[in-house]
C-alpha cells in the first residue's frame, strides 16, 4: 500500500508567468506585514495566522478534522480553482498546500501573467474567482503569427487571427499576483473548504477510503485524493506513476514591457531560430498605459545572459525580436523570471483514490499559452464528472470515476503536447527550405477562414 510523506523540497518549475515561491517569496521577503488576514478568516479556515493561534492546543490534543469527500494537494492556480468549484457545489473539500496562502497580499506588480482562454474564464466565473480579481483583465482579440531572425523584419508571409473569427475575445491575460489574490480570498470565504496551509500531509490510500495525516499530529479521511502538486508531484511518484520527459534545450524569459504604441488588444507570436517570442498584451496602469508580457523561448546557454542584460540593452534585444516597430521603443518593467522549459506527460492519470491534475498531469512548452489552460480544462471535466458523482450518491473515489476522467481528459491532453511540441521543432531552426515550407503553410492556414476558425475554436477551449 502506498504511503506517503509530503515534505519540503525545492519547488517545481511553473509558470508563465511561475508560481511556487512566490507565496513564500513574497511573505517572507518583499512585503512582511501587509496581509489583512483578519477579514478572512473563519472558523473551519487554518491559515497560517490562524492556524498559528489554534496550533498549541492541535499538538496538545490531536484531535481530528472533519473528513470530507476530496482532499486536494497542492493550492496552485488548478489545485485551488477545483476546490473552489466543487465546493460552491456543495462538495466537502480539504486543500492542503506547503506554501503558505495569505488571504491578501499585497498587489505589487511582478511582470508575470497568464492567457486564459474563453473556456476557463467561464470555469473561474462559475467557481466564484474571476468576479473577485482585483485587477481587470486584458483581452486578447487578435493573434499574429509570424516567422523571422532577430534584427530583422518579419517575414511577409504570416497568419492573423482577427475578431472576426471569434466573436469574443480569444483569451484574457490574467496577471499572476491578481488571479492569486483572488484565488486565495475564495478558498479562504467559500463554505465547504478546509484550507491546510503551510502544512505537510502523509496520504495512506486504500480501496475502501484515504486517511490524510498533517504533521502537526491532526488526520481525516478523503474518498478521493487529487495531485494538483505541480510538475514534480510527489504524489504522483510515490504512486509509481511513470513520467515521460521531452527536453527542448530552451529557456524562457519571461517578464512584462511598457512600449511607446498601443497594442490595441493584440498578441504576437514571432518564431525566431532559437525559439519563440511572445508578446501579450496586458491591461495599462497609470505609470505604463501601454504594457504587455514577454515570454521570450531562446537558446539554454544565452536566455541568463540575456535576462541579466542592463534595462537599455535588454529592451533593445527585445525590439529585435518584434519582427517590426509596431510597439516602438520598449522599456523592460519589474522583475525578469527565467524558466527552463520541457515537457511531460504522466503514463496514467489514476491510482487506487487518487488522480492527477494540472501540471502534475502533464506540463507542455509555452509556446501556445496553454499550459494553465489544460488544466482548467482537466478541472473542467473532473468538475463535471464529480459533480453528476455526488448528485447521484456515487463513491467519488470509485475506480469507474477515476476511469471516465481519464479517458475524458489524457487523449486530448496528449494532442495538444504533440501539437506544440512539433510547433516548437518546426519553428525553432533556420533550414531555409523548412522555413519556406512553414512560411507558406502558416499564410496558407491564413488564407482559409474556416481552418483558422476551428483553430481559433480549440485554442479557446470552447
Ligand atoms: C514560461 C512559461 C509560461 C507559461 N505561460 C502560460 C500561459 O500564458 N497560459 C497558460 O495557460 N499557462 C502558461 N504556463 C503554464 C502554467 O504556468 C502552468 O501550467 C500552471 O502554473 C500549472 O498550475 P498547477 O496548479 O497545476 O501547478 P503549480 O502552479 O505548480 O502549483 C502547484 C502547487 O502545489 C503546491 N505543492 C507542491 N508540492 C506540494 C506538496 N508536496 N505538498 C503540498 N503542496 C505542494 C505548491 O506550493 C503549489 O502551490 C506557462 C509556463 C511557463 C514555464
Redesign the pocket.
Known amino acids: 500500500m502506498p504511503d506517503y510523506w509530503?515534505?519540503d523540497?525545492p519547488?517545481?518549475?511553473?509558470?508563465?508567468?511561475?508560481?511556487?515561491k512566490r507565496?513564500k517569496v513574497v511573505a517572507r521577503g518583499q512585503f512582511p506585514g501587509v496581509y489583512l488576514r483578519a477579514m478572512f478568516v473563519r472558523t473551519n479556515v487554518m491559515t497560517a495566522s490562524s492556524a498559528s493561534v489554534v496550533h498549541t492546543a492541535f499538538t496538545s490534543s490531536r484531535p481530528s478534522l472533519p473528513n470530507v469527500d476530496v482532499c486536494i494537494?497542492?493550492?496552485?492556480?488548478?489545485?485551488?480553482s477545483l476546490a473552489c468549484r466543487l465546493a460552491v457545489a456543495g462538495i466537502r473539500v480539504a486543500i492542503?498546500?506547503?506554501?503558505d496562502l495569505p488571504p491578501m497580499e499585497h498587489p505589487d506588480f511582478d511582470g508575470r501573467?497568464?492567457?486564459?482562454a474563453a473556456g476557463p474564464k467561464k470555469l473561474l466565473e462559475d467557481a466564484g474567482i474571476w468576479d473577485a480579481l482585483p485587477l481587470p483583465a486584458g483581452p486578447i482579440e487578435d493573434i499574429l503569427v509570424t516567422d523571422g531572425r532577430p534584427g530583422e523584419p518579419a517575414s511577409s508571409l504570416f497568419l492573423e487571427f482577427t475578431r472576426e473569427d471569434a466573436h469574443q475575445p480569444f483569451g484574457w491575460m490574467v496577471e499572476a499576483r491578481a488571479l492569486r489574490v483572488a484565488l486565495n480570498a475564495q478558498l479562504h470565504t467559500t463554505p465547504n473548504i478546509t484550507v491546510l496551509a503551510p502544512?505537510?500531509?502523509k496520504v495512506v490510500r486504500k480501496s475502501e477510503g484515504a486517511d490524510i495525516h498533517l504533521k502537526d499530529g491532526r488526520s481525516f479521511k478523503a474518498s478521493l485524493v487529487i495531485a494538483?502538486?505541480?510538475?514534480?508531484?510527489?504524489l504522483r511518484s510515490e504512486a509509481g506513476i511513470p513520467l515521460t520527459k521531452l527536453s527542448y534545450g530552451q529557456t524562457?524569459i519571461?517578464c512584462a514591457i511598457a512600449h511607446e504604441f498601443p497594442h490595441d488588444n493584440g498578441a504576437l507570436e514571432h518564431f525566431l531560430p532559437a525559439g519563440p517570442f511572445a508578446q501579450?498584451p496586458m491591461a495599462g496602469t497609470d505609470e505604463h498605459p501601454y504594457l504587455s508580457a514577454i515570454?521570450w523561448s531562446d537558446k539554454d546557454a544565452l536566455a541568463q545572459r540575456f535576462a541579466d542584460l542592463p534595462d537599455d540593452l535588454f529592451a533593445r534585444e527585445v525590439e529585435r525580436r518584434m519582427g517590426s516597430n509596431r510597439l516602438g521603443k520598449v522599456t523592460p518593467v519589474g522583475r525578469r523570471w527565467v524558466?527552463p522549459?520541457s515537457a511531460q506527460y504522466a503514463q496514467r492519470y489514476t491510482d487506487t483514490r487518487l488522480l492527477l491534475?494540472?501540471?502534475?498531469a502533464h506540463?507542455i512548452h509555452?509556446i501556445a499559452?496553454?499550459?494553465?489552460?489544460?488544466?482548467?480544462r482537466d478541472i473542467i471535466a473532473l468538475s463535471d464528472i464529480l459533480l453528476a458523482g455526488h448528485a447521484n450518491g456515487e463513491d467519488l473515489g470509485a475506480p469507474a470515476l477515476l476511469a471516465r476522467y481519464q479517458a475524458r481528459c489524457r487523449p486530448a491532453n496528449m494532442l495538444m503536447l504533440a501539437a506544440t511540441d512539433a510547433l516548437d521543432r518546426l519553428f525553432s531552426n533556420d533550414n531555409p527550405v523548412i522555413r519556406l515550407a512553414r512560411d507558406m503553410g502558416i499564410a496558407g492556414v491564413h488564407r482559409l477562414p474556416r481552418l483558422r476558425k476551428a483553430f481559433v475554436k480549440h485554442a479557446m477551449g470552447l
Do not use: C, T
Open positions: 509530503l515534505i523540497e519547488s517545481s518549475l511553473v509558470f508563465l508567468l511561475g508560481w511556487d507565496r494537494i497542492g493550492a496552485g492556480p488548478v489545485g485551488g492542503v498546500d506547503r506554501a501573467a497568464y492567457a486564459i502544512a505537510e500531509a494538483a502538486d505541480g510538475r514534480k508531484s510527489r524562457a519571461v501579450l515570454v524558466y522549459l491534475v494540472g501540471d502534475a506540463g509555452p499559452g496553454q499550459g494553465l489552460n489544460l488544466g482548467f
